[in-house]
């Protein structure tokens, strides 16, 4: 009885952690099940196969579905193919300034996609994009067209290859070089030890980055709305927003369409674990070694060359064409005007929507970063029976597409007895369950860092176990904190394709008034908007690395 009761004792601090993941993670995507395969009739829900065979019987979503597998997989090549390159050179080379550039490169994954899909029309659509304007004066011919799938894949791509360049360069930064060399030894050249030693080494890397990739592309909103809708090349994620706006909501067709999501997801990751299965990667041993950095030589002006061109592409131009559209009368007019600043500043609709994103942003990072936090913590630092279970049930949602889950949440919450749906919320609540993966890798990495005994000899001196998390633990591991935070906020800002589901007029976001202008077709106002977005975000989150980083500094 008495070990019962302590057990029990050990257990209900932590029963608030395994109900919101159970409330917030797992019934949004038992709900999503049930509504794919259950019909509506007669005031009853029964188990029925007629959502699935009127989804698989309509033509419009087997194209939606080929679109979304054939741009996602191009997108992927681009990402990964570019990530690698990009990798490589950070993690590998003595490219010059490769830290500063490394973190530039970083940048893109900062910027929204709706926002990069914006400022690629503004660069390449027919005949208005500054590209053709360009060849236009020249007298050449206009030959760019963002509004085609390999234009939606090329933008979705390049700004996905940063996830495929940070596991590309931690890998490399982690192998062994004596491999490398004992390769060039034998008489192997640079392409030929790359081909054969190093890229075979690094596979579970790329073939990671590149799931991710796939697993982010199929599950983008705003970037197929905003490059796909003029030719009507629609995604599954535009035919679930297209069904969520029918009256009444065709919900049938969006779980099915969902679940097709998630298990396009699930193939990604088998397909990944069967092509590493069986097979050996060990480059990291008990034997000391120096990261080598391979001399590019001649090479070294086309590869700065390449990370330059890479980043005009991805930040420098962006930016520079929102400006200038922001400050223009109208796209190209020639005649600039700071009306569009003066309209954006004195609108009380927008500050008031910026607020609830900021608010909105900062209260699900934090809820997200305390619950990854306790689940990492109870995964590494105690021996509690089901805390692995809970950490594996914790990270499932990262690897299901976020508006299939922000269906999954719709559903659970529409007739909920509790009044959450229509509220900021429901929002927060689709947050933390959709990125609190996002907290727990980090955070567990460092914890795995930081050796036990500093804690040991905490609670030897008297320190009870939420004492010693408090003085000895966090400061140790508040630099991956400050990070996870700062990550969370930035995507919980730039968030659309859950929120897009999932708004009200009194919680509508940033990115919902930006794609709601996008509409409209007022791109020097939608400019304007994406760029306030831009510095509001980056001013926060520089705000909260300066406080909390400099303390994160001084305390190591």
């Known amino acids: 009885m ?36 259950t019909s509506f009739e007669d005031g009853q829900r029964t188990v029925s ?11 419009i979503y087997w194209q939606a579905l080929g679109n979304t597998v054939g741009i996602s997989l191009l997108a992927t090549l681009v990402a990964t193919v570019l990530g690698t390159a990009l990798g490589w050179l950070f993690g590998r080379t003595d490219l010059p300034k490769a830290t500063l550039l490394e973190q530039l490169a970083t940048l893109p994954i900062f910027i929204p996609p709706f926002v990069g899909a914006v400022a690629w029309t503004l660069l390449a659509a027919p005949r208005i ?23 939606m894949a090329w ?4 700004y996905l290859a940063p996830y495929v360049m940070m596991m590309v360069a931690g890998a490399l930064r982690s192998m062994d070089p004596s491999l490398e060399e004992a390769a ?42 905003v490059l796909g809708w003029a030719k009507q090349i629609l995604l599954l994620t535009s035919r679930i927003w297209i069904a969520a706006q029918a009256v009444p909501p065709d ?53 700065l060359a390449l990370v330059g061109f890479y980043l005009l592409l991805t930040v420098a131009a962006p930016l520079a064409i929102l400006i200038a559209a922001c400050l223009s009368t109208y796209t190209w007019s020639g005649r600039f005007t700071l009306g569009n600043v003066a309209e954006i500043a004195g609108s009380a609709d927008v500050w008031d929507t910026l607020k609830n994103s900021i608010w909105i942003s900062v209260v699900s990072a934090s809820i997200t970063l305390v619950l990854g936090l306790e689940i990492a913590w109870l995964a590494n630092r105690t021996k509690l029976r089901g805390r692995r279970l809970l950490e594996t049930l914790a990270l499932v949602p990262v690897s299901v597409p976020g508006i299939a889950f922000g269906v999954g949440v719709m559903f659970l919450w529409l007739h909920a007895p509790i009044d959450v749906y229509g509220t900021a919320w429901v929002i927060i609540l689709a947050f933390v369950g959709r990125f609190t993966a996002y907290a727990i890798r980090p955070i567990g990495a460092s914890l795995m860092q930081v050796h036990p005994e500093l804690e040991e000899s ?99």
Request: glycine fraction near 10%; charge should be positive; proline fraction near 5%.
């Open 251 to 303: 919900y049938a067709a969006m779980a099915i369409l969902a679940i097709y999501l998630i298990a396009l997801s699930l193939i990604a990751n088998g397909l990944q674990r069967w092509l590493l299965g069986g097979r050996s990667f060990v480059t990291v041993t008990g034997k000391g070694f120096r990261p080598h950095a391979i001399a590019l030589g001649r090479t070294r002006g086309p590869c």
């Open 129 to 151: 994009g500054a590209f053709n304007v360009g060849l236009r004066n020249l007298g050449l011919p206009e030959v760019l067209d963002i509004y085609t799938p390999g234009g």
């Open 458 to 556: 905490a609670r030897v001196a008297g320190y009870g176990w939420l004492r010693t998390l408090i003085h000895i633990t966090l400061p140790l591991i508040r630099p991956s904190i400050v990070a996870s935070w700062i990550l969370l906020f930035s995507i919980f800002m730039t968030e659309l394709s859950m929120v897009v589901l999932l708004y009200s007029a009194n919680t509508r976001t940033f990115s919902v008034l930006s794609f709601e202008t996008w509409s409209t077709g007022i791109f020097s106002v939608l400019a304007g908007l994406s760029i306030l977005q831009l510095l509001v975000g980056a001013s926060i989150m520089l705000f909260v690395r300066r406080l909390f980083g400099s303390r994160a500094l001084s305390n190591s």
């Open 184 to 225: 060039r030894v034998s008489g192997l050249d640079g392409v030929r030890t790359a081909t054969r030693i190093t890229l075979p080494l690094i596979a579970p890397a790329i073939l990671s980055g590149a799931v991710l990739a796939f697993t982010i592309a199929i599950g983008l909103f705003g970037t197929p709305v």
């Open 49 to 59: 196969l007629k959502p699935l065979a009127r989804v698989l019987t309509d033509s």
């Open 2 to 37: 008495r070990n019962s009761s302590s057990a029990l004792a050990r257990h209900l601090p932590h029963l608030p952690a395994v109900l919101i993941v159970t409330v917030t993670m797992l019934l949004p995507l038992a709900v999503l099940i049930i509504y794919g395969f």
């Open 155 to 158: 933008v979705i791509g390049i």
